[in-house]
């Protein structure tokens, strides 16, 4: 009898707290499908979350106001440059500290140390001030270049590299192939996880950057998704159903993509927390 | 064949032969309409011409001025600029803008009003010119300013004194329900405070600044006018007839009686009160009304290579039909005479004359001409904000004199050195 | 002996692959983090000034003691704080609960788990925007109205991003509701790593629910619960996106924070030195808080 009651219970709390997570979310969505007059109206009813009407014409709006394909490129080409290369030059550098004798390896383990303890916002200022002096600001390469060299990333990789069999290496390396050899082709396939969870973790941090494209692109023609719905919601005239289209142009792809890949996502996460 | 043959030869060559000039333009991305209207004059001065050829780029209000230093700082400014009028000392003395004198054909600057001119003028060089100037007033409600018996002045020279003013507010605010009778735009971003303010102070007889040397705010901002002045704006918020007006329709809706407000209220107050709209001067502190004026100014940068074709870009925004079209998307008050005398919201009987009566009679004063402008507001707006939630007001304005002060000997109080560095070799660009 | 000939130039190529396999990071922390964290520094004891036509002067401690006299400033501090203090208690206490909650194997745990962690993948700008709308002042914005509701009609519609008092824990639920998913995730994933007999040991030793969290969840979570203590510590120092998006700061300073302040004195007023200040007494705060929490934590081990 007591089992029913504190298993109803919990499904109760699940069930209200997964509402109220989920609220906000079907409001965008569903909002972004309102005529732009009902959305203010209805938001403090369930109207909200079911409609009388239904219209694509906040959709149209965007899209005709805003150009959120070259917002949309922005991002892609930004956040896909970023942890493509971002996977090469951190693996590599994991790799040469976690296996690999040379000299000035305790300095850099330092420096990546060092550095893993400085959050992004402590240097954008003086970031911002000198990649500015040198005339390297409003384009996609100063959004990038910056934060490809990652010490969470190393991190991750270094504990990884150092829990791996040396078997196969030593194998490898008896068999005469060099150092690049050995990784690419021993190292790299039995780190898939790693790579995916660096991959998954670099996206989730840097997808919806703000500040530093807020610091340094002045034009729409480098602008990324995230600067770019903050400054549409800054443009006369507001009108909320064109915001919340764009919002839900915005953040369908990568939903999508949680969704159908949710439970490599969330091993990954959890990977890197519990190795915390 | 003969004949296409010597046309050939004999035909005058072509106009240009090289390429037009990419002529970038940073513009605030404003309301819509005036978006609108600047594309159109964009795309009708490309087609006019092949010269130059512009390049117009939005950049948000927000972060406008942060935008300008960083380019400023990165070598890449755009060639024309259009920056909120108190800023062009700042931007002068910085080095970042051209004088405009030699550029612009003197019936030109002859035509704009001379608020336009003084406001874009420093140590003696004009810098900026406007399309149009602002207007600063109090907006109100015939059918509750009549309910409650008051009189309704329409001119400058019937302002109400302070005292009356206090009357209106209360004889309103005996009629209100909620007694909050007055919005004061408060949610506004900071420059407002100081533009829609600092009149008060300066009616009162104090000041933001000693305007006749530059060299200190004290004595001014913390003086006996201007406190007396604050500690009256302070009392109607204690008294409670300010409405916070979170929605922004207090007025609109016909909750408050009075608004303070600004030529760019005019379209959307129009539309919700149409005849019940009046439009005063705002209350004078002293024997004489004061108002403030100054809004987006134009001006070409020392990046620009071809100054004489971003002179032609400003002599094309400053004709008539773009400055009435442009005024008539924003309610400001157009910036040439022959543009004013054709307006239909500003020429004599029109609804809005009270604005240009205010620039042109010297009831307008403009924001301190001074490079140290952006400090200076920066402390009121702060000043402001501790008085209207009830701090003591002398401390509250001490401080900002300090603020300011402090700046200005920081700041060796602003020598004129990049103005002198800066001038352009005579005839520069075609 | 073939084995020691073949060390040697091993070695070397060891060596060599080592240096260039690291190189690309080490140019871009020393050049991208480590470079600048350093000129903050420096700048920080200048009147470096963004566009001022005149010298750049060394000035020592002006700019950091203009700032402990400057009353926004200071408030940024407290405001940091008390963000902290309260999201990170609360936000890892719902997390918490919510893993306990999935901590039985179901068919729909996964779709839970989907559903807490979707806010995760929003932009903070996007959720800033989102957010702004759920909080319309007036009785018809939804969160009033969920108030007026829960509070069975007492409660009177406000104007949340506008009012001093209510701005900052307005804020303070976007960024729980933001960031709670990645928590129970990690949380989670550590009570599913608790043997199940240790539960059914002090079970058998007669230990009821309470007791069996505190002596066997509690500590079996240690390592996950201080990671996610830390990043959220952090991250809530950080904050940023929420306050330029929906108040500005304000009202009347309620929100601002020091990467808002910082900000706003190097980008909007061009005050380098001044941001580059900010910007140290940041990292040696964030610095503070982690050695504070590890120092506690280590002391906790001890005790234990």
């Given at each position: ?26 409001f965008?969505?569903v ?34 106001r ?72 409003d ?36 068999d005469g ?12 396939p ?24 807020l ?8 602008r ?33 993509l ?19 | ?18 390429a ?43 972060s406008y ?26 931007y ?54 009549e309910?409650?018996g ?11 004194s ?44 104090g000041?933001?600044i000693?305007?006749?040397?530059g ?10 006018g ?73 001006g070409i ?49 029109g609804p809005?004359?009270?604005f ?23 402390a ?25 002060d402090?700046?200005?000997?920081d ?6 050195i ?13 | ?9 091993g070695?070397?190529?060891?060596a060599?692959?080592g ?20 000129f ?48 990170v ?6 997390a ?17 788990r ?9 932009p ?65 994933a ?31 979570l240690?390592?996950?619960?201080v990671f ?6 952090v ?10 998006i ?11 924070t ?23 007494v ?23």
């Open positions: 009898m007591r089992r029913t009651l504190t298993t109803g219970l919990r499904h109760a709390a699940l069930l209200v707290s997964a509402a109220a997570f989920l609220a906000p979310v079907a965008l969505v909002g972004s499908f309102k005529p732009e007059g009902r959305i203010l109206a209805d938001a403090g009813s369930w109207r909200a979350f079911f409609p009388a009407h239904w219209t694509l014409d906040n959709y149209r709006d965007v899209f005709a805003v150009d959120f394909v070259r917002f949309l490129l922005n991002s892609l080409l930004i956040n896909g440059a970023m942890v493509l290369s971002g996977l090469a030059v951190n693996s590599l550098a994991a790799y040469a500290l976690a296996r690999l004798r040379w000299a000035g390896r305790p300095f850099v383990l330092g420096l990546v140390l060092a550095t893993l303890v400085v959050p992004f916002e402590a240097i954008a200022v003086p970031l911002f001030y000198g990649l500015s002096a040198i005339g390297w600001r384009d996609w390469s100063v959004q990038v270049v910056p934060f490809v060299a990652n010490p969470l990333s190393i991190w991750l990789f270094y504990v990884f590299f150092a829990g791996l069999p040396r078997e196969l290496e030593e194998a490898a390396r008896v192939a060099g150092v690049l050899r050995t990784f690419l082709t021993v190292v790299v039995n780190a898939r996880a790693a790579f995916a969870t660096v991959a998954i973790v670099t996206l989730l941090f840097y997808w919806g950057m703000y500040l530093w494209p610091l340094m692109t002045a034009g729409p023609h480098a990324p998704l995230p600067l770019a719905i903050a400054t549409f919601y800054t443009l006369p005239p507001l009108r909320w159903g064109d915001i919340l289209a764009f919002g839900t142009l915005m953040v369908a792809p990568v939903l999508l949680f969704i159908l890949f949710q439970r490599a996502f969330v091993r990954g996460v959890a990977a890197t927390g519990i190795k915390g | 064949m003969l004949l296409a043959a010597a046309l050939a030869v004999w035909a005058p060559p072509p106009a240009r032969a090289h037009p000039y990419a002529l970038t333009v940073w513009f605030h991305a404003g309301q819509p309409g005036e978006r609108r209207v600047m594309r159109a004059a964009v795309d009708a001065f490309n087609a006019e011409q092949d010269a130059a050829r512009v390049r117009l780029v939005l950049i948000p209000e927000g001025n942060g935008q300008v230093q960083a380019a400023a700082l990165a070598g890449d400014l755009p060639d024309v600029l259009e920056f909120d009028g108190p800023y062009v000392y700042n002068v003395w910085e080095g970042k803008l051209i004088p405009l004198g030699g550029l612009l054909p003197k019936r030109l600057l002859r035509d704009l009003l001379p608020s336009v001119v003084r406001q874009g003028t420093y140590a003696g060089r004009l810098y900026s010119v406007a399309m149009f100037d602002s207007g600063l007033g109090l907006w109100g409600n015939r059918r509750l300013l309910r409650a008051v009189r309704i002045p329409t001119d400058p020279a019937g302002a109400w302070a005292a009356q003013f206090d009357r209106v507010l209360a004889a309103l605010a005996r009629h209100d329900r909620d007694r909050r009778v007055l919005d004061l735009k408060l949610d506004y971003p900071g420059e407002w405070l100081t533009y829609a303010f600092s009149p008060l102070i300066e009616s009162a007889g000041d933001l000693d305007r006749r040397t060299r200190t705010a004290r004595g001014f901002l913390d003086g006996p201007a406190v007396s002045a604050m500690r009256r704006v302070q009392s109607w918020f204690r008294r409670g007839y300010v409405d916070p007006d979170v929605r922004g329709d207090a007025f609109v809706s016909g909750r408050a009686a009075l608004a303070w407000g600004g030529h760019w209220n005019y379209p959307r107050y129009h539309r919700a009160l149409g005849r019940d709209l009046v439009l005063m001067p705002l209350p004078r502190f002293g024997p004489r009304l004061v108002t403030d004026s100054g809004s987006w100014n134009w940068t020392t990046a620009c290579r071809r100054p004489r074709l971003a002179a032609r870009f400003l002599e094309f925004l400053l004709r008539p039909r773009w400055i009435l079209a442009m005024t008539a998307a924003n309610g400001a008050v157009p910036a040439t005479r022959t543009a004013l005398a054709r307006s239909p919201l500003y020429r004599p009987g809005l004359r009270l240009a009566v205010q620039l042109e009679e010297g009831y307008a004063e403009p924001r301190p001409r001074t490079p140290a402008y952006p400090v200076i507001s920066s009121f707006q702060q000043a402001f904000r501790a008085i209207r939630n009830g701090a003591p007001v002398r401390a509250a304005l001490r401080r900002a004199t300090t603020v300011i402090r700046n200005l000997r700041n060796d109080y602003y020598p004129p990049a103005v002198v560095r800066r001038v352009p070799a005579a005839g520069g660009g075609r | 002996m073939s084995g020691a000939a073949r060390r040697a130039p070695a070397r190529r060891e060599a692959a240096l260039l396999f690291a190189l690309p990071a080490l140019l871009g922390l020393a050049l991208f983090v480590l470079g600048p964290f350093l903050a520094v420096a700048v920080s004891f200048t009147d470096l000034h963004l566009g001022s036509p005149l010298p750049v002067h060394f000035v020592g401690l002006r700019a950091y003691r203009r700032l402990f006299e400057d009353p926004v400033f200071l408030r940024a501090l407290v405001n940091n704080a008390g963000f902290a203090l309260v999201v208690p609360v936000q890892t206490a719902a918490l609960a919510l893993a306990l909650l999935l901590d039985r194997p179901s068919r729909l745990r996964g779709l839970y989907t559903l807490f962690f979707m806010p995760v993948v929003f903070l700008s996007l959720v800033s925007v989102v957010w702004v709308l759920l909080y319309a002042p007036g009785p018809e914005g939804t969160v009033n109205a969920l108030m007026h509701w829960l509070s069975l009609g007492h409660w009177r519609a406000r104007d949340f991003l506008h009012d001093p008092a209510l701005a900052l824990p307005a804020l303070m639920l976007t960024s729980v509701w933001q960031g709670l998913g990645f928590q129970m995730i990690v949380l989670l550590g009570l599913q790593e608790i043997p199940a007999e240790r539960y059914e040991a002090a079970r058998v030793d007669g230990a009821g629910a309470w007791a069996r969290f505190r002596h066997v969840t509690l500590p079996g240690r390592n996950p619960l996610v203590v830390l990043i959220t510590s991250l809530a120092f950080r904050l940023f996106d929420q306050v330029r929906m108040t500005h700061g304000g009202p009347d300073y309620a929100t601002t020091l990467i808002y302040e910082a900000v706003r004195a190097a980008f909007d007023r061009g005050n380098v030195a001044r941001g580059a200040a900010i910007s140290v940041f990292f040696v705060v964030v610095l503070g808080v982690a050695l504070v929490q590890r120092r506690l934590v280590r002391e906790r081990r001890e005790l234990a």
